[in-house]
């Protein structure tokens, strides 16, 4: 069972910036690779940003490529997502997801260790 810790949620102003954390209590076969995902108010969850153990393939959403980075700390067992030039339809929790797929898509049904989420909310 990997557990999984987010940090770094919070309010800005749109153009703001805010990094996202994420601790793994492993980094094993289990979380080989690493994705986020975020879910607006009334809206469906969906994926953001992925990463595999060896930092390629990254795989980012259509509506934050130029903005959002994923990347990770191998050492410290954590993935994070550096947020720039944030919206306000940014606006939403954000989870982080592990899972053991080569593939390292931003689908859901590839990860089944998730976390508890941040929340970030972006004011205009």
């Known amino acids: 069972q990997v557990q999984l810790v987010e940090s770094g949620g919070g309010s800005v102003q749109a153009g703001g910036s805010l990094r996202l954390s994420c601790v793994a209590s492993?980094?094993?076969?289990?979380?080989?690779?690493m994705a986020w995902f975020r879910q607006a108010p009334g809206k469906e969850r969906e994926g953001v940003a992925a990463i595999y153990r060896g930092g390629v393939p990254t795989n980012y959403d259509g509506s934050v490529k130029g903005r959002f980075t994923i990347s990770q700390d191998v050492a410290k067992h954590t993935l994070y997502l550096q947020m720039n030039n944030l919206k306000p339809e940014d606006t939403a929790m954000y989870y982080c997801?592990?899972?053991?797929?080569?593939?390292?898509?931003?689908?859901?049904?590839?990860?089944?260790?998730w976390g508890q989420g941040t929340q970030v909310t972006v004011s205009s």
């Open positions: 492993e980094y094993s076969y289990r979380s080989v690779c």
């Open positions: 997801a592990a899972g053991s797929s080569l593939f390292c898509r931003t689908r859901q049904d590839e990860y089944p260790y």
